[in-house]
């Protein structure tokens, strides 16, 4: 597949990732889906995966147990989390029984099964899935890679959640200093943590210092995504709540309005964001107006 020269600079850490996760024979066929998912097109790639999943031999467990994953994936894009966690352990229970030699790999499943049962607020589940990857992540790689700095990622949410913002700090910056190590500056995983470690600034009052880091993380993500990819409208939405916070509203509605050009187009409207984002630009709308 031949794309626009301008995006090929923002393909390739999508392609980096897709091939150290997936074997070289299968990453061509994966690729095309994974694209159309950055690129905010959930619905096509979806139905991408699932046509792919239907092609698939009876006994490719391998390409079964990556469609069920990726079709998790997108179906958790579009807040649908009961069918999200149906595909997770699909994919999961097809690892455990027919794939034991690729054991390394559960833990990517253990840590999307954990982020459903933490967005559906079951956090004792999310807790232990999450641990589980840790405990894998950490047997099979150690303790500086890419997959331990998810794991890490993870606890300094749940630290977040809980409002201990110290320690959901020092995970935090824990992960930024192994994706730093491994990754390109400019990689959208990088963008994530900025993102994360700015909201815990917000949260701790340090309103300037938490621009910087979601400034940051939006610089990245225009670098490494697709223009109307949801992680740039999140960012926005963030830039916007702190600029509110700051008593800055014209320039929270920007953000606002940014944010929700890109929720509008590509996800439903009964999603959360799209509902979060318009009950924020009405809430600002009618403070400036008054």
């Known amino acids: 597949m031949i794309l626009c020269s301008d995006y090929n600079h923002k ?3 999508i392609f980096d990732y897709i091939k150290n ?3 070289d024979e299968e990453t061509g066929l994966l690729s095309f889906g994974c694209v159309l998912r950055q690129m905010g097109k959930f619905n ?3 139905n991408y995966y699932r046509k792919f999943l239907n092609q698939q031999q009876q006994y490719d467990y391998q390409s079964q147990a ?3 994953h990726l079709l998790g994936n997108i179906t958790l894009d579009k807040g649908n989390y009961d069918l999200s966690l149906e595909y997770y352990l699909k994919s999961l229970e097809i690892k455990m029984k027919k794939l034991e030699s690729n054991a390394r790999s559960l833990a990517y499943s253990h840590n999307n099964i954990a982020i459903i049962h933490w967005k559906k607020g079951n956090k004792k589940q999310a807790i232990e899935s999450y641990n589980k990857a840790f405990k894998i992540s950490i047997e099979f790689y150690g303790k500086d ?3 331990v700095a998810m794991c890490f990622n993870n606890i300094g949410i749940v630290y977040d959640d809980e409002q201990k913002y110290e320690d959901a700090l020092k995970y935090y910056e824990k992960a930024l200093i192994i994706r730093l190590k491994y990754l390109p500056n400019e990689h959208f995983d990088i963008g994530d943590i900025y993102n994360n470690i700015g909201a815990v600034h917000r949260y701790l009052g340090h309103y300037d210092l938490a621009l910087n880091y979601f400034n940051h993380s939006l610089e990245i993500y225009e670098k490494s995504l697709f223009p109307q990819h949801p ?3 999140s960012i926005c939405k963030n830039i916007g709540i702190t600029y509110e916070i700051k008593k800055n509203l014209i320039q929270a509605l920007e953000f606002y309005n940014k944010a929700a050009n890109i929720f509008q187009q590509i996800l439903p409207i009964e999603h959360p964001d799209v509902i979060e984002i318009d009950r924020l630009i009405r809430h600002v ?5 008054t």
């Open 231 to 233: 992680s740039i409208a």
């Open 66 to 68: 990556q469609c069920y």
């Open 145 to 147: 890679d890419l997959k």
């Open 44 to 46: 096509e790639a979806e």
């Open 11 to 13: 393909l390739k850490p």
């Open 285 to 289: 709308s009618s403070q400036i107006n």
């Open 21 to 23: 996760e997936y074997s």
